[in-house]
């Protein structure tokens, strides 16, 4: 009964689900209490619990929390923001999040809470719960636009009423798809899946006219629901009869989330945006999924600011409200871009065969004997969205296009999307957070090869140049080259945590004797980084340092760690066995 469900307040909650280590002291051992709270390294509170509530509006916080951010609201106000990676029926729906417009979405939520400033900042230095200094809580955007360009207003089978359409249900035609039975949706008319990864980014951020034009969050549809289809034909038919996952950008100002086909349907984990240097063009780094269509390159987006989706001069006296943002801020004319090498550079890397449908990129990383560096260039494939009029099925985008080298499939010759001397550097598609350089003069970032168990540095140190390259006249340029740096192979060996006397793992088959920390991944039986998640790049006087998280269905204990880098050459500073260390253990997800 609702009536005897006890209203916890945001931030009421003190118990932490993430500890130091396994611990069977009875004070470790109550329900809804802490665990070992002595951490290794650092200081950690609860600052808002999933299922907590505002109690002026009624509004509840959803699970589960993954892309944040935070900035002042005003002097005396912190905003921080969240989103909600909730995948509606694959698990259970959230309650439906209702727009202006009276469309209601269940899945994901982007939550904003606020606290006051003051109490914010002395937070960490008190014993006070963060109901203390809670102000206030809601959803970030109450508008949201489609891939067809239309604000959605309702749910309906009509293929001409497109503003009553969700992408990940709906034909380029305006067919209407609805879920097998078990996934029909109850608490909403669609749903948002899988916000993972998100970033916040503020206008002009750069240097004046150099990056977007309004503050925004960054957010997609991630990894793939071909399930919810499986009496179809399930991913495929996902993939090619549907318009795909959404990319997504937030107008923060004005409340409104657009779709953003010119990003691609393919569903993202994280996109986030890196110094360009240039006026004209934003430039993203668009990382996972491509619809697990295996494998693909690691991708980045190039956008033109201040032109319409034909690359023309955008008449903002004639513009609509939604193409004026779009295109003041490179979100109409641009194309997606994914690494590719030359044969001699393979030939270094130790790769003899060079196949645009194997996955190069992981048998790279695992060969502990490869060199550390190398140069690639960032190429495009002959796909570029060309405008909401001209909609097209994710299957008719760039997606498949990144393996198409020219081989006879089926006695079908297929095309060659491989760049002039160049093959596309193909990876398993599993490619979760990037992080970017903190020092905004640079051009660089650092991205989880997760199904590779390792972590890639990328410096795009030729990037205004390269910007401006346009042979073949298309008003985009041609490639962005870059150097990259293996971080960290993924290979055993790699990884040995420092624990400070803490990180204890529980008892269990792979750790009978109660003997192990987690200094190493316990389940595998591994010293790497096993599904490498989360990544932040954080610069301190102290140095440039890597913090990560792992999702590897560790049933140990997840990790959380951090690995100090050398800020030029982006190499570990200490490798194997030196300098990283783990923050905390959580739960497996």
């Known amino acids: ?48 619990t999933v299922g907590e509530i505002d109690p002026k509006t009624g509004h509840v916080l959803t699970g589960w929390p993954d892309g944040q951010a935070a900035w002042l609201l005003d002097e005396d106000t912190i905003r921080v923001a969240y989103q909600s990676e909730s995948y509606a029926t694959f698990v259970k729906e959230t309650y439906g999040w209702k727009m202006d417009s009276g469309v209601s979405f269940t899945g994901s939520h982007v939550h904003v809470i606020d606290y006051n400033r003051a109490a914010f900042a002395d937070f960490l230095n008190n014993n006070s719960p963060a109901s203390k200094m809670f102000e206030g809580a809601g959803h970030l955007f109450n508008t949201v636009y489609n891939v067809f360009g239309e604000i959605v207003d309702g749910k309906n089978a009509d293929p001409k009423d497109l503003s009553a359409k969700w992408g ?36 002009n951020k750069y240097g004046n006219g150099i990056g977007f034009a309004d503050d925004v969050w960054l957010m997609g549809e991630e990894w793939n629901i071909g399930q919810m289809y499986s ?12 318009m795909g996952l959404a990319s997504m950008v937030v107008d923060i100002a004005n409340k409104t989330a657009y779709t953003v086909p010119v990003l691609g349907q393919s569903g993202y984990e994280k996109i986030l945006p890196i110094n360009s240097g240039h006026k004209d063009y934003v430039v993203l780094v668009m990382s996972g999924y491509n619809l697990e ?121 297929e095309a060659n999307e491989q760049p002039e001397g160049y093959t596309f550097f193909n990876g398993d598609s599993k490619v979760e957070h990037p992080a970017v350089d903190p020092d905004i003069t640079q051009s660089r970032y650092v991205i989880n090869l997760t199904d590779a168990r390792s972590i890639l540095g990328i410096d795009f140190n ?99 760690y951090v690995l100090p880098i050398d800020s030029e050459t ?20």
């Open 293 to 413: 269509v295996e494998p693909a390159p690691l991708k980045i987006y190039i956008g033109k600011k201040n032109v319409d989706a034909a690359g023309k001069a955008m008449n903002y006296n004639t513009a609509s409200a939604r193409d004026a943002f779009l295109g003041r801020n490179g979100l109409l004319f641009g194309q997606l871009y994914g690494m590719a090498a030359t044969n001699d550079t393979y030939a270094d890397l130790g790769i003899a065969n060079v196949d645009a449908d194997t996955e190069m990129l992981n048998a790279y990383t695992a060969d502990a004997d490869a060199p550390d560096t190398f140069k690639v260039r960032y190429y495009p494939t002959k796909y570029r969205w060309d405008g909401f009029d001209t909609p097209e099925n994710a299957g008719k985008t760039e997606v498949y296009r990144w393996l198409q080298d020219g081989d006879t499939v089926g006695g079908v010759k």
């Open 231 to 242: 009496s179809r034909g399930g991913d495929k038919f996902f993939t090619d009869n549907t």
């Open 1 to 48: 009964m609702a009536t005897d469900i006890t209203k916890i307040l945001i931030g009421e909650t003190t118990a932490l689900i993430p500890q130091a280590g396994a611990s069977t002291a009875p004070e470790h051992l109550l329900d809804g209490g802490s665990g070992d709270t002595d951490f290794p390294y650092g200081k950690f509170k609860a600052m808002a």
């Open 570 to 589: 982006l190499q570990l500073t200490d490798p194997g066995t030196g300098g990283s260390k783990l923050l905390m253990v959580t739960t497996s997800s």
């Open 168 to 203: 990940n249900q709906t034909g380029a035609d305006g067919t209407l798809y609805e879920f097998d039975e078990r996934y029909r949706l109850t608490q909403g008319d669609w749903f948002f899946h899988s916000f993972c990864g998100a970033y916040y980014e503020e206008a």
């Open 462 to 560: 030729n990037i205004v140049t390269d910007l401006t390259n346009d042979a073949d006249g298309n008003g985009l340029p041609d490639y962005l080259s870059a150097d990259v740096t293996r971080v960290l192979a993924g290979v055993d060996g790699a990884l040995v945590l420092e624990t400070n006397g803490k990180g204890a793992a529980p008892t269990g088959p792979n750790n009978p004797a109660s003997s192990l920390t987690h200094a190493i991944h316990v389940e595998q039986g591994k010293a790497y980084a096993d599904q490498p998640d989360g990544l932040q790049w954080v610069k301190t006087s102290d140095g440039d340092y890597l913090i990560l998280d792992e999702d590897s269905g560790n049933d140990y204990g997840e990790r959380k």
